[in-house]
């Protein structure tokens, strides 16, 4: 249930090291800005908003209205802000020792398995409390080292209707949050076969082989760094009750699935959704919109 947390073990002396290793000094202070603010807010619980807004403030200040568009030394200056914003808020130096750092991951992992949402998550889904809880280590692989990076989710079938095809979306030089954050507009996984062809065509194939091994629908997380395809997790995806009709039909017509397994796979609770009045959808496709959003 944790969130997780980019970047751990940086400091200012490791930042100015990859900076002049890599010679992309935007890249290494972006991260560090990044791991501040993550794990401010998902190991010592301060608030999100406070950094973002610092990032606003320094948008504007510069004229820019999208995150990339900060320089190095933009960036330098912001995770100087960060740290004055962390020590006002926790009342001591933003911890700069890696070992000090993850010991504080792990730790929050631990506290988190007993919080509010964790608990009704556990009792909504039938988990045990008996389960306990494991932390992941995983060495980084960067989406946000330029415009031969990115990252993105992607589900193995479409999770509003079952259809079996790639649904998902991918942004360029981006990392962790960055999809699902609203701050940048992604694009569909479609388009990433045009901009990373080799990538594509091997997460293609993943997806087929992470679905024919756990024989059901996946939602994943993957980064692409340097144009090598690095992917992050899979795990049994979300879906509506009209997709989990389908998609457990199609699994036995497939052969992954047996009829019984198939009906286990359903939650009875969803079935009430498709019980009520719904709106045709040719209907729907020959209205004239109100209004637009993403």
């Not at 992309?24 to 501040?36: G, K, L």
């Not at 919080?115 to 909504?124: E, G, H, I, L, Q």
Request: charged content about 30%; proline content about 4%.
């Amino acid at each position: 249930m944790m969130d997780t947390i980019l970047n751990l073990g940086l400091n200012e002396t490791v930042v100015e090291t990859i900076a002049e290793k890599s010679g992309n000094a935007r890249w290494a202070w972006d991260c560090y800005r990044r791991f501040i603010q993550m794990y401010s807010d998902v190991v010592m619980e301060v608030g999100k908003k406070y950094f973002e807004e610092l990032i606003d403030e320094m948008k504007e200040k510069k004229g820019v209205t999208q995150d990339v568009d900060l320089t190095a030394e933009d960036l330098k200056e912001l995770a100087g802000q960060f740290k004055a914003e962390y020590k006002s808020k926790i009342g001591a130096d933003f911890p700069s020792d890696p070992k000090e750092q993850l010991m504080g991951a792990v730790k929050a992992v631990f506290r988190s398995w007993d919080n509010p949402r964790a608990n009704v998550y556990r009792r909504d889904n039938d988990i045990p409390f008996s389960w306990g809880t494991a932390v992941n280590v995983q060495a980084m692989a960067f989406g946000n080292m330029g415009d031969d990076c990115g990252t993105g989710v992607a589900f193995t079938r479409d999770p509003a209707t079952g259809e079996k095809k790639l649904m998902g979306e991918f942004l360029t030089n981006a990392q962790g949050e960055d999809v699902v954050a609203g701050v940048r507009t992604p694009m569909p996984i479609s388009q990433m076969a045009e901009t990373f062809p080799e990538a594509y065509a091997q997460f293609v194939e993943v997806c087929k082989t992470l679905e024919n091994h756990y024989h059901d629908m996946q939602d994943m997380e993957f980064t692409v760094e340097n144009r090598k395809l690095f992917m992050l997790q899979t795990r049994n995806g979300k879906r509506t009750a009209q997709a989990a009709l389908k998609i457990a039909c199609d699994l036995v017509d497939e052969g992954m699935k047996t009829e019984e397994e198939a009906v286990a796979m359903i939650d009875p609770r969803n079935l009430d959704t498709l019980l009520h009045p719904q709106f045709d959808v040719k209907a729907l496709k020959a209205a004239t919109p109100m209004g637009k959003g993403l």
